[in-house]
């Protein structure tokens, strides 16, 4: 995304390009201001870290265009940046496999918390686990077909198999479309928390947690448990100078949601695993839980 989007479609348009090699917060703002930075693309908890910066210390007057993607944007983060800087962080989606753009949330109707309507010559469907198409409304898998999608794994005929279906490339995230055909992502499937039978996808649990003015950043995910399968399992980064207790943040979430979803293990951690572009790495958590079994 970042080289195919941003960085050949900045070249194309004679524009100027300032790389990142790494999310420094101070730095990333001292070169918005230095560069006059324009256009501002960046991961959703990009996004969460400025906003725990002062006022004083932002000076982003210059950008007009503020775009996310990578993972699901938290609505909690859009409000707090529309309130905070006055303009929106609008969102699309797509994924290398789709060279790596396939909808955009426009300018023409702007629809908080979606990835917006397929872009030209492409086309999006919500299916069920048997490649039926879902009405509108319905969570299902997102499928994608357009001359956008790649022609394959190299060398690789077990997982195409896996994923093109009568034409169609299935793209592993759970999404939904409503009346107006607008998409929205869920969650990723394999993200998906199966806690005794019952269905539980991670960035919804998030979306309350985003809301909860004690807490800086969140990642949810599956631990393994021996009776239930798996349970859902909160690692949670307070903000500066705040404090909260484990059995407050149940609570808020108890009210908000139904109690299965609400996590049955929370974790206050100091910092979160992410990679260079500062996306949270949910593998590693993964990874960490099965490593202490």
């Not at 995304?1 to 999310?23: D, E, K, P, S, W």
């Not at 006059?36 to 990009?46: A, L, N």
């Not at 309507?117 to 898998?141: Q, T």
């Not at 607008?182 to 806690?195: A, E, Q």
Request: glycine content about 8%.
């Amino acid at each position: 995304f970042g080289q195919n989007f941003i960085l050949n479609g900045g070249f194309n348009a004679a524009a100027m390009v300032v790389l990142q090699r790494r999310f420094e917060p101070d730095n990333v703002v001292e070169t918005v201001s230095k560069e006059g930075i324009t256009m501002f693309f960046g991961v959703p908890t990009v996004f969460a870290k400025l906003l725990e910066m002062e006022l004083s210390q932002l000076d982003l007057k210059s950008v007009r265009y503020y775009f996310s993607a990578a993972a699901v944007m938290p609505t909690e983060i859009i409000k707090r940046w529309q309130q905070q800087h006055g303009q929106l962080v609008r969102e699309g989606y797509g994924l290398t496999e789709t060279s790596p753009f396939s909808s955009y949330n426009h300018d023409l109707q702007y629809k908080l918390g979606s990835i917006g309507m397929p872009i030209e010559n492409v086309e999006m469907k919500v299916v069920d686990s048997d490649g039926k198409e879902l009405p509108p409304g319905e969570v299902g898998e997102l499928a994608i077909r357009g001359p956008n999608v790649m022609l394959g794994y190299w060398n690789r005929p077990e997982e195409n198999a896996k994923v093109f279906k009568y034409g169609w490339f299935h793209t592993g995230d759970l999404g939904r479309m409503d009346e107006d055909g607008y998409f929205y992502i869920v969650d990723r499937l394999k993200d998906m928390i199966n806690m005794s039978g019952f269905k539980i996808y991670p960035a919804e649990v998030e979306r309350v947690l985003y809301q909860h003015p004690a807490i800086a950043e969140a990642a949810v995910y599956g631990a393994p448990h021996p009776e239930k399968g798996e349970i859902v399992k909160a690692k949670i980064r307070l903000k500066l100078g705040t404090a909260c207790s484990l059995e407050d943040i149940k609570t808020f979430c108890a009210e908000r949601m139904a109690t299965y979803k609400v996590p049955r293990a929370i974790e206050f951690v100091d910092s979160l695993p992410k990679n260079a572009t500062g996306k949270i790495l949910k593998r590693v958590l993964r990874e960490q839980e099965l490593a202490m079994l």
